[in-house]
């Protein structure tokens, strides 16, 4: 099996089975505070079980490519926004599930100005900023029990510029 992985731009439908992409493409839904603002509405699908939505700060090292994928994670109680507070780009890598197991990952780049949601259940990556700072605004699953599955991979992916 080839062990490298091209990155791709992330698009909505590309993300789709992964989660919901927050962007501001488009008109907005509807025009706000004394017509000075554009809102986007409802972008990202939060989905928890026995538990509440809790904002956190992440405050994450930058990474280059090519950049070695050794493990990928998933939340199965709960979606998990991840929100730049800088205009950077981040690396998202994601990977469908089979039969409890992660398969092949995908690997996008963001835009500045892109979020991510991932969907509850979804293997994805750790935090990736590709350039300082690595500031983000995080909504997920606050509540009882474990909320966090890892996978090692046993021989890495190396992910690269596509």
């Known amino acids: ?9 992330i698009t909505v439908e590309a993300f789709a089975p992964f989660g919901d992409l927050l962007d501001i493409a488009g008109e907005p839904d509807r025009i706000i505070n004394q017509g000075q603002c554009g809102r986007y509405h409802d972008r990202a699908r ?5 538990g509440r939505a809790g904002i956190s700060l ?3 090292n930058p ?3 090519p950049y070695t994928l050794d493990m990928v994670e998933r939340h199965p109680d709960g979606s998990q926004a991840f929100i730049p507070m800088s205009h950077q780009p981040f690396l998202v890598i994601v990977a469908p599930d089979e ?7 995908r690997a996008f780049v963001t835009e500045a100005g892109q979020a991510v949601n991932y969907h509850r259940g979804t293997w ?7 350039a300082a700072p690595g500031l983000f605004a995080v909504v997920d ?3 009882p ?3 966090l599955e890892e996978f090692w991979f046993d021989d890495p992916y190396e992910v690269v510029a596509g």
């Open 63 to 65: 990474r280059a490519l």
């Open 124 to 130: 994805h990556g750790v935090l990736t900023p590709l």
């Open 1 to 9: 099996m080839n062990r490298r992985i091209l990155t791709e731009p």
């Open 46 to 50: 939060l989905d928890f079980f026995e």
């Open 58 to 60: 992440f405050d994450a």
């Open 141 to 143: 699953r606050i509540g």
């Open 145 to 147: 029990g474990a909320n």
């Open 99 to 105: 039969g409890g197991r992660p398969g092949r990952p």
